[in-house]
Structures are given as structure tokens and as C-alpha cells.
């Protein structure tokens, strides 16, 4: 079971995280890739920037960035933060990194070079984790770690609002429609029917990780209705998504006021 996953740069493919891409460099617990420019896992084809800048080494459900340059900082931007981000000194080794979506930057000749990492595994406290008193057992690491402060938590809110709402509601809402349901947050303003099928992808791959197969037969949107159907159908059945997740939700009046121009 990976502990990040990296994404290199270059044009931005957000379907590329469910595909099983070539490209996407997946790290288990004591893994370590080093990016620069040179002959490393993570190429960064900039001159201003040294062949070997930097490793990173996946640990148990976060990872580690190392700096081996000696004059230059980095930068590690956490992506659903609202300008969150952590700056790693010159010559920094092993500095831990909290963020389940991360954006790693470096300073470059033209501008900046930047690649991502994602860490689905990350684990959040419930009562389910905390150990008994004098247990000096390992802790249980709940099999669904999500986060309902993360953008991707919004996306399986929204799909799963009409079942939630309605159980005998068998429809579910599209791309395009779960983007128009979270646009009225400030946090969701700009999100787009492509972001909300990444974050589905993300959800259903890394968080929940379902065995989704390709049909080869099949168009496009029906492998991704089913792909939306099975997520809902196993965070409603363990109750990952509940009733009390929907004051997350902007309100439908509101929206509706919104379309209308009231």
C-alpha cells in the first residue's frame, strides 16, 4: 500500500490518477525518490536547478522532504489550505510534511519547477483509535482515513446527498452537477466538472480504494457512473458519509436564490 504518491510536472492530466499511469511515482513506507534535474525519479528539466535538489522519503502515513541545496529554500504548499505552506531551509533533512495535498516548489531560471504529492493514507483520531490505558499495543489505522475539512470530502458529501436525503432515491448527480452543488463555497468557487471527477477518482483509487476495472467495452460515462455508484454505495453502507455531514453543504435555498439572480 503506497504512502504518497508523486506526480511529476507537465500538463495537467487529472485523470491520470486513476489510470494506473506510467508517470505517477507511487512510494511505499521507506521508500526514497530524489528529484533535480539529472538522472532521478522525479525530473525537474530546469538549469537553475540542481541535478540532485532533493529527496523524498515516504514513512508511515506522511513523508519526509530533504533539501540539499545550500543557499536555497523550498516551498511545500498545501494545496486545500488557502495559502497554507511550510518552508524547507537550505541543507534541511527530513523535514516532515503534515499535508495530504501537497505541491512541492523550488525556485528555477524560468520562474519556478513544481511537482505534487499526494499521501491518501493519512490517519485522523476517533474514538475507535484511542488506546486503552496501558495498552502498549499497536493502533488500529481506520481503513477509510478521510478528512471532512478536505475538498475531496465535499465532492462525496454532494454525491451522496440525494440517497442521503431520500433512500429509495436511486439517481445520482453528475460531475457537472456536484460542481454546480459545492460552487456557492468560497472554497469551491472555482471548482470545475474536471476537478470534481479527479477528486472522484482520488477518492475511489487512494482513499477507499476500490477495485474499479475498466470495461473496455464501455463509453467513458459509464465507467464513471458506476465508478460514482460504487463510492456511494460503500460510504453510505459503513456510514463514511451521514446525515450531519450535510450542514457541509451550502444551502439549497440559498443556491437556488443564487441561479434565480435574487
Known amino acids: 500500500m503506497e504512502t504518497i504518491i508523486v506526480q511529476p510536472p507537465g500538463p495537467?492530466?487529472?485523470?491520470?490518477?486513476?489510470?494506473?499511469?506510467?508517470?505517477?511515482?507511487?512510494?511505499?513506507?521507506?521508500?526514497?525518490?530524489?528529484?533535480?534535474?539529472?538522472?532521478?525519479?522525479?525530473?525537474?528539466?530546469?538549469?537553475?536547478i540542481s541535478r540532485r535538489a532533493g529527496r523524498l522519503e515516504a514513512a508511515e502515513d506522511y513523508w519526509r522532504l530533504s533539501n540539499f541545496s545550500r543557499d536555497t529554500a523550498y516551498v511545500v504548499e498545501n494545496l486545500e489550505g488557502a495559502g497554507e505552506y511550510i518552508t524547507v531551509a537550505p541543507g534541511r533533512l527530513g523535514a516532515p510534511v503534515p499535508f495530504e495535498f501537497s505541491r512541492v516548489v523550488l525556485p528555477a531560471l524560468n520562474g519556478t519547477a513544481d511537482f505534487k504529492v499526494f499521501a491518501p493514507q493519512h490517519a485522523y483520531l476517533n474514538e475507535r483509535s484511542v488506546p486503552c490505558s496501558g495498552d502498549s499495543g499497536e493502533l488500529t489505522v481506520h481503513p477509510y482515513a478521510l478528512d471532512p475539512t478536505a475538498k475531496y470530502f465535499l465532492v462525496l458529501v454532494a454525491l451522496c446527498e440525494p440517497r442521503l436525503r431520500d433512500p429509495g432515491d436511486s439517481a445520482l448527480p453528475g460531475a457537472g452537477d456536484i460542481a454546480e452543488r459545492l460552487r456557492p463555497l468560497e472554497s469551491c468557487r472555482g471548482l470545475t466538472r474536471s476537478a470534481v471527477n479527479y477528486h472522484i477518482d482520488y477518492l475511489a483509487l487512494s482513499k477507499l480504494r476500490l477495485d474499479v476495472e475498466d470495461d473496455p467495452g464501455a463509453d467513458g460515462v459509464g465507467r464513471t457512473g458506476a465508478k460514482r455508484a460504487r463510492l456511494a454505495s460503500l460510504a453510505l453502507r459503513f456510514g463514511l458519509v451521514r446525515e450531519e455531514h450535510l450542514a457541509l453543504l451550502p444551502s439549497r435555498r440559498r443556491a437556488v436564490a443564487e441561479r434565480l439572480g435574487a
Open 12 to 48: 495537467s492530466r487529472p485523470e491520470a490518477l486513476g489510470t494506473g499511469s506510467p508517470g505517477l511515482l507511487r512510494m511505499g513506507p521507506g521508500d526514497i525518490a530524489e528529484f533535480g534535474r539529472g538522472e532521478v525519479s522525479i525530473v525537474l528539466p530546469d538549469p537553475g
